[in-house]
């Protein structure tokens, strides 16, 4: 199928482009990787497209101080290949489960949140570090934590008449350790459970440790997992808990790929594996 007919609206300025949304019935182009396959099947029918991606504003990646910030117009597959993104290990372990390397050359960082794929890997990361979401609109600007960007599948805080302007991601920390990991299908198909970890430990012992996992629920489910951590550090003996914790955590429908048993079981075993690793790398 076609799109059905829309404008296209090319602002030189973001204020252009927040006055293009609040005119009503207009959607975000960014990479287009998830839009123009709404478009196409007619899920969507916006009238207007405002195409983000030749605003300058947008298109850096910066660290600030303890932060890297990643503007709106940055595609993912620079943020990978970008030496800055060093400093925000769970993103470079991340990025090349995001889709094919094609795909990552288009969509941005910024469009992988405001889509909310349950089963996206960067909401996951954003949500575990604790970064921030820039958003401006023709109320104003504001700051939403990750955690709470996304309010359901596909569904997020950010209105139809806002813009998301950008990311800020914590940068690692001293004793800081992370873990990633999923399975799919094939690679670069979306994940049946993944989790992405941080833990960090000082003089030796657990101080706080996070978990998202994706692909489970209808957006990241993070949980505090400092507790379970201090009881027990190694694969083998975390997984009792781990299972317990995504039996509580895993509340998607199963599918032709995987039922709720087999994603829960999958989600246990990936997430005592990666929080091993990453009490490992962060005592290193
Ligand atoms: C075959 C295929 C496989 C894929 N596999 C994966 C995968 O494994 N993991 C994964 O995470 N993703 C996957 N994707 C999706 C891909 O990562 C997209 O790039 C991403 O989800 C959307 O980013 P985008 O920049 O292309 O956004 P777009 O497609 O341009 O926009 C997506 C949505 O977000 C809105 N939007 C975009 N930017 C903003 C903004 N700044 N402010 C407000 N709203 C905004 C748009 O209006 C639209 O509703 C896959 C896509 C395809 C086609």
Same mark, same amino acid.
């Given at each position: $199928?076609?799109p059905?007919?829309?404008?296209y609206?090319?602002?030189?300025?973001?204020?252009e482009? !927040?006055? @293009?949304?609040?005119?009503?019935?207009?959607?975000v182009l960014?990479?287009?990787?998830s839009?123009?396959?709404?478009?196409? $099947?007619r899920?969507?029918?916006p009238?207007?497209?405002?195409?983000i991606t030749?605003?300058?504003?947008?298109?850096?990646?910066?660290?600030?101080?303890?932060?890297?910030?990643v503007?709106?117009?940055v595609r993912?597959?620079r943020?990978? +290949?970008d030496?800055?993104?060093a400093?925000?290990?769970?993103i470079?372990?991340a990025?090349?489960?995001v889709?094919h +390397?094609?795909?990552?050359?288009?969509g941005? !960082?910024?469009?992988?949140l405001?889509?909310?794929?349950?089963?996206?890997?960067?909401p996951a #990361?954003?949500?575990?570090?604790?970064?921030?979401?820039?958003?401006?609109?023709?109320?104003?600007?504001?700051e #939403?934590?990750? @955690?709470?960007?996304v309010?359901g599948?596909?569904?997020t805080?950010?209105?139809?008449?806002?813009l998301?302007?950008g990311?800020?991601?914590p940068?690692?920390?001293?004793g800081?350790?992370?873990?990633?990991?999923?399975?799919?299908?094939?690679?670069?198909?979306? @994940?049946l459970?993944?989790?992405?970890?941080r833990?960090?430990?000082?003089?030796?012992?657990?101080?706080?440790?996070?978990?998202a996992a994706?692909? !489970?629920s209808?957006?990241? !489910?993070?949980?505090?997992?400092?507790?379970?951590?201090?009881?027990?550090?190694?694969?083998a003996?975390? +997984?009792?808990?781990?299972a317990?914790?995504?039996?509580e955590?895993?509340?998607?429908?199963?599918?032709?790929?995987?039922s709720?048993?087999y994603?829960a079981?999958?989600l246990g #075993?990936?997430?005592? +594996?990666?929080? @091993?690793?990453a009490?490992?790398?962060?005592l290193?």
């Amino acid at each position: $199928m076609k799109p059905a007919p829309f404008a296209y609206h090319r602002p030189d300025s973001v204020g252009e482009a !927040v006055e @293009a949304l609040a005119a009503g019935d207009a959607k975000v182009l960014a990479g287009g990787q998830s839009l123009v396959p709404v478009l196409a $099947m007619r899920l969507g029918r916006p009238g207007t497209l405002v195409d983000i991606t030749a605003l300058a504003e947008l298109g850096r990646v910066e660290r600030r101080g303890d932060e890297l910030r990643v503007g709106a117009a940055v595609r993912q597959r620079r943020v990978e +290949r970008d030496p800055a993104t060093a400093s925000v290990p769970l993103i470079g372990r991340a990025m090349p489960f995001v889709g094919h +390397r094609e795909l990552r050359s288009r969509g941005t !960082v910024c469009g992988s949140l405001a889509h909310a794929d349950p089963a996206a890997e960067l909401p996951a #990361v954003a949500a575990c570090l604790g970064a921030v979401v820039e958003i401006t609109g023709s109320r104003g600007d504001r700051e #939403v934590p990750a @955690a709470e960007l996304v309010t359901g599948a596909m569904t997020t805080a950010c209105s139809p008449d806002e813009l998301i302007t950008g990311v800020r991601f914590p940068t690692r920390g001293p004793g800081e350790g992370f873990g990633f990991a999923e399975l799919a299908r094939r690679h670069g198909d979306f @994940a049946l459970a993944g989790v992405a970890v941080r833990v960090r430990t000082s003089s030796g012992l657990v101080r706080d440790a996070t978990l998202a996992a994706f692909g !489970v629920s209808d957006r990241p !489910v993070v949980r505090d997992v400092t507790d379970l951590l201090r009881d027990a550090v190694t694969e083998a003996d975390l +997984r009792p808990a781990t299972a317990a914790l995504a039996a509580e955590v895993v509340d998607t429908a199963g599918d032709a790929h995987g039922s709720t048993a087999y994603r829960a079981r999958l989600l246990g #075993v990936l997430a005592a +594996r990666e929080l @091993a690793r990453a009490h490992q790398e962060a005592l290193r």
